[in-house]
């Protein structure tokens, strides 16, 4: 659903993604994974038309995102990195919005919003305007905002990011059911946790370039970290050995 071939960007002389090769197949999620400023959210950026590439290309459910845009986006629902609503909208008007622009018919948003709204606890601010939202609201918002459209591939960068324990609980269910249906799912995380219980296959990148790429297992092999868990293998792929000389200053 999603191939990204010798995907770069450069900015300057910076080399920020470098030779990306990944697949994201039909029912599969994907957890990306990296250090801060490893590219994780360029790649996202290219991979929905966001940022051009300096090289490569991206094809979405067969559709290159540099010739056919619309169709490859219209193929998608993206949480950015730092996802923007409108303020003097509200809740339910964001969403209503957004099926406009994703050509959702006006009978299914009437049955879809309330219910999207119900889904993640939002139904008494519905019609509150965003600008009181509070920011794991607002999150929430987006990720209901991306289901409207039942698109076949998902695009996350941190969607986690400031939810309760109990609406990330629902959201990991949500993607859970949705790959279970066919949908492929690519998504960021810091949260190891996330990327060990919910990723078929999970990616590492660092200063651009990725480098492992497998199942939790076959990540373990590589790193030589043989039962160890998820955490002492990103560490250890990652440059684990400056780690320990990081808490000399204190
Ligand atoms: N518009 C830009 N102009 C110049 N450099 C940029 C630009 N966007 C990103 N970069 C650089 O590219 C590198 C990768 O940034 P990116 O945001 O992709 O990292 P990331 O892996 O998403 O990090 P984080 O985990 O902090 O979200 C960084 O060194 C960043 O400074
Ligand atoms: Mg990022």
Redesign the pocket.
């Known amino acids: 659903m999603i191939r990204l071939e010798g995907l770069s960007k450069s ?2 002389a ?1 080399a ?2 470098s030779d990306l090769n990944l697949e994201v197949k039909p029912g599969e999620i994907v957890g990306f994974l ?10 996202v950026k290219m991979m929905t038309g966001l940022l051009r590439p300096t090289s490569g290309r991206v094809l979405v459910a067969g559709r290159d995102m540099a010739r056919d845009p619309i169709a490859a986006k219209r193929a998608m629902g993206l949480v950015p ?1 730092e996802p923007f609503v409108y303020p003097k909208l509200t809740g339910a008007e964001y969403l209503r919005f957004v099926g406009e622009l994703y050509g959702v018919c006006l009978s299914d948003m009437k049955k879809r919003v309330p219910e999207l709204l119900e889904m993640f606890e939002l139904t008494p601010w519905g019609g509150e305007l965003l600008e009181s939202y509070s920011h794991g609201m607002r999150q929430k918002l987006v990720l209901g905002g991306i289901l409207l459209h039942d698109p076949k591939i998902l695009v996350l ?2 969607p986690m990011v400031g939810l309760d324990p109990k609406s990330a609980r629902l959201v990991k269910d949500i993607f859970l059911r949705l790959a279970r249906r066919g949908t492929a799912i690519f998504m ?1 995380t ?1 949260v190891l946790e996330i990327a060990e219980k919910l990723c078929h296959r999970i990616g590492v ?1 660092t200063r ?1 370039k990725l480098i492992a790429c497998g199942t939790l297992d076959e990540l373990r092999a590589q790193s030589k970290e043989e039962g160890r868990d998820l955490e002492s293998v990103f560490l250890s792929l990652t440059g684990g050995a400056e780690y320990s000389t990081l808490l000399r200053h204190l």
């Not at 250090?35 to 994780?40: E, L, Q, T, V």
């Open positions: 900015f300057g910076y920020a993604v990296g250090p801060n400023g490893a590219g994780k959210t360029t790649t990195d960068d941190e960021c810091h990148m651009g």
